[in-house]
């Protein structure tokens, strides 16, 4: 697997919730790329960010198992990946992803995670396909990277 241009050096780029998902669930075709993806932030190639849409779907579906240890150890394991720190949405995330929902019609969550992309360091990583057509940012498809 080869770093793509855009987020090798990049200083907050955002890690979409399916990349978490995919990492903790030991996915069969993606987790190793996930798991390449957080030894390369590791290894200072880019710095990440977690948003607060992420900290939010990253829990449904433990809690909703009534899973509460698992739930646990996500927030756990999210706060102790090297490089990949949390982030707020401010005011202008949310005017921003308002915008963006109205220039391309995607899902308000997934406007949000542009929106921060924006703000941070300007690329998303994510296996959302649909994601693509954003012109505003560069997005990082995990199927690029095999």
């Not at 849409?53 to 698992?70: C, M, N």
């Amino acid at each position: 697997m080869k770093l793509p241009p855009s987020l090798k050096g990049c200083r907050g780029a955002v890690v979409d919730t399916m990349v978490l998902i995919y990492l903790f669930e030991n996915h069969p075709r993606w987790s190793p790329v996930c798991e390449w993806l957080m030894e390369r932030a590791e290894a200072s190639d880019y710095t990440g960010v977690i948003t607060p849409v992420t900290a939010a779907e990253i829990l449904v579906k433990p809690i909703r198992a009534g899973r509460s240890d698992l739930a646990d150890r996500y927030r756990l394991a999210i706060g102790s990946i090297p490089n990949i720190h949390p982030c707020e949405f401010t005011w202008k995330t949310g005017g921003m992803a308002g915008a963006l929902r109205a220039k391309y019609g995607l899902p308000l969550p997934d406007m949000f995670q542009a929106a921060c992309a924006m703000e941070h360091g300007g690329v998303l990583i994510t296996n959302d396909s649909a994601l693509k057509k954003l012109s505003d940012i560069q997005v990082v498809l995990l199927e690029a990277l095999t």
